[in-house]
């Protein structure tokens, strides 16, 4: 596993942003100007989205979409759609919060997003476990310096310092766990992993030495892991600190939380639990389907008498995490047999919906408020139709697709999960316990939408049918209404055209997961490698 | 086993007897530099014989025993009684791995004093030396705040805090200086650096200047010794982190103290100062080789020599600390965190940075890793630049008024 | 690593023993007259005013911090300094290149420099 120009090549765009954070860094103690820093870096965004589109041109057609390794890096089309759509987190999260970070401060704030921002890169590349861990820092430890710099009151410090000291506790069981799973497995590097003579001996359930150890510690790390991850996507007994932060910082920052952390843990399940953890797969369908019900239906029943927006958002992205988790426990189901997939495709589109209809509500009441006054309360929304036509039509988009009506992407994000979920009860009928299982799953999936749909109406309803209370600033500025109007296109773009999107996304699993649950002990082809000479054959051994 | 007892006996009664007397030379030092005479009327007890005050420091020894043994009622007893005993112990187990001296032939004059040539440091071949011995000064500083908080005593509270901060601070400077060294010789043991130092003439006070200073300026620091006395400043604290303390366990504080001195001495000229090795007298190489003495067939002598001319520069290093100690002011706080953090650690980056690429450019050009004269020239131009840009600065570094009397450009254009 | 950690342990017991038997001796020979005055804490004569333990100067706690921040980084230098030019080092191992390496390690002073420019621009070195 060793760095040679080839990884230094792939990793430019990284590279680019932390070496112009720093320079924000810098130069921002020395100038501080907030719209000037604030171009300066969209324009070092747009800069990067050029580096990575042409860094990875061989993902623009199926036929060379490589999945290689190069280095501690792994180089598939999952990864470049996450990159891709970090970049555009980036841009978003940089329109929406810039205005309401201090002159002083503004180029901390940029900075700090862009390094964010790399993290989620690097995160969506990682094939070690020491980068992927370190990449997981590299976006906690810049989202408490942004939950810090949002606003400088009691709430937002209690907030700060709830969300440090949980993340911190999530990291080290993460860490933790990390540890056991380097102990099974003998190497770090994620996909070396399951052609690991002891991995596989703990994969068919030998009784040889040591083989009932690796099966005793494949759960506990698995247990582990998942508490870990389950904090950053706030899936349900880790999902208490949701409400209490979210209500607590700036609205920006709140849609900060419900994006960045969630597609970083979403994308480190997917790549260390479900691809790299193959031979955990029969514990962890059923964890993650119990996961994913308690999940879903706390969310959703809590969400029910929110009357503060933040709280009814943060109930919100706790329900969205346990649809997220369907698709996982579908993903890892695959593993253990059924002939189903289309979890990890469909886990992936229902996150990038989510994100953009998330962003976009976080958007509409940035630009609702203004930097002294921000919206909070569920009625100061009352009669928004009549004062701000444009933000309320914005926001009842960002709701129904949050709900799941039809024409828009939520809709398919949810129908995709579903199906998956459904596909796999249904062909695996021979095994009765995976039909039920699977069957309930689906069934609790659409009576939770049933139930989210009543909350997110209620937000429009207000909007619409109630008489105006208040007048809102609605001064939150250029760029929030910008980004308002991006995520509008993509959410509409992607209800109403959602073909590519699902393609785009089966075509990502089919590079992520390309395992033959059959062959796990078969030595299988290599990987084909980018370039470079590859040292450690045991660590690229890799079933296709 | 024995061999190392012997070492540890010989160390710790030299170290104990030599605090002792450099407490006496200091007196008279400083009565030398004040013109007054010090104290020259102890001499053999019973009789009326003055030996220059020689009996000085058994008497102060004396005195210090019998003196009342008390633990004040404020004060956190266990932690009181473990603060000294804390810091002695430290300060006294630095010298496991520093060297006196080079070797001694395992034969003199015909005795056969052991299987193979014996290293003059307890534990030979310490591979993690110079981490040791940090680790150790760190645990100093546990000393100071277990005394300064145990006390209860605003003054020693005071004390300590200043004091760990200073130590932390200089700690950086200290490691930085260091580092270079490291660098250059490719190890952390004393005794290969020494012997690196001897072996290509080039002692590393000359191959890194930079370094050299801002080791010696934190090595001051780290002793507390006068410019940076402030943990102790009689005038405001009246004694600092031991202003409670008396008798038996201040003897203790201020032993060590003198101990964190000749330590400082040692690592100063180990490091920098070529250990045992002088140009023409002691031979090049790390074994005892009977250089130059061939003619009198005596490799012993040759040992004898190294120890000698590494006591030597010991001494002339510590009445270098006591002439400054009684010829400079003290430091203001806020100038001596200035000094640390604004001058000192900027000034050991530059030193790593440009050793680091010297010593690459040099491997590159040549294939050589190791110290040679070309660089001496090149490092004593980056010492005089870096020595100009610090004075160009100064008068920004050292602006410490009160925020309120600035205008808001000056607060702006502050470094 | 016994020849190494034996006698240093055995430096460390005799210097404790040395320690504790000169308190011993003291304790033992020193006389004991104790008075209400002695007991009181020394603050030039005055009546002390309250506990010495109270909450003290931040500018402490920041000088920690960065002494932590800093002192890390520098220790992660330490051993690239051995292995560069020990013999036995960066040199013998394969595959390592040894300017890659030092590249690498420049990167590193690089982002220790920033961090330490930011810092001190934001006031952190200013004692107050």
Redesign the interface.
Known sequence: M?VDAETIRLLWPEIILIAMA?WI??AG??QPHRVWWTCFSLAVYGVVAYVLLGTESTMWSAETALVGISGPLRIDFLGFILRCFAVLVGILFTLIGARGSSRQLTSEFLATVMLLVAGLMLVARANDMVLLFVSLEMISIPTYVLLYLGRRDRANSEATIKYFFLSILSSGLFLYGLSFLYGIAGTTTLVGMMGQESVQAAAAGFVQEGGELYQAMAPIALVLLMAGLGFKIAAVPFHFYAPDVYQGCSNANAGLLAVAPKIAGVVAILRLLVVAMPWAADIGWQLAIVLAVLTMTIGNVCALWQTNLRRLMAYSSIAHAGYMLIGISVAFAFHEGTSASGGIGATLFYLLVYACASLGTFAVLVALGSKESEVSGLNELAGLAGQRPALAAALAVFMFSLAGIPPLAGFWGKLTLFSSAVNTATATADNASFAAWFTLLAVAGALNAAIAAAYYLRVVAKMYFRPAQGDLPANGGLGAQAAVVVCVVLVLGLGLFPRIAVQVTHLAEAAVAPVDPGSLSAAAAPLPRLAGDV?GSDDASWDR | MIEALVKIAILLGGLMTAAAYFVLLERRMAAWIQDRVGPNRVGIPLTKIRVLGLGQPLADGVKFITKEEYTPAHVDKRLYVLAPIVILVAALATFAVIPFGSMIPATVFGYRLAEKPIELVVAPGANVGMIYVFALSSIAVYGVILGGWASNNKYSFLGALRSSAQLIAYELPLGLGLLGVVLASGSMDLGVIIGSQASSGIWFAIAQPLGFCVFVVAAFAEAARLPFDLPECEQELVGGYHTEYSGIKLLLFLVAEFLHMIAASFLIVILFLGGWHFWGLTGGSAEIDGWGLAWSGAPWLQGLLRIVVLMTKITLVIVGFMIIRWSWPRFRFDQLMALAWKVMLPLGLINFVAVAMMQQLQAVFTGAMGPSWLMVPIAWGVAVAAWLGITWAAPMIADNRPRRELDPWEIDSQI | METLVLPVLLFVVCAAMLAIGMLAAGSLIGPKRNTAVKEMPYESGMDPAHDARRRFDVRFHLVAIAFLIFDVEVLFLYPWAVANTNPAGLAAQVGLSQLVVFCEVMVFVVLLTVGFVYAWRKGVFQWR
Do not use: E, L, R, T
């Open positions: 060793f720093s860094y810098i103690a020395f040292q």
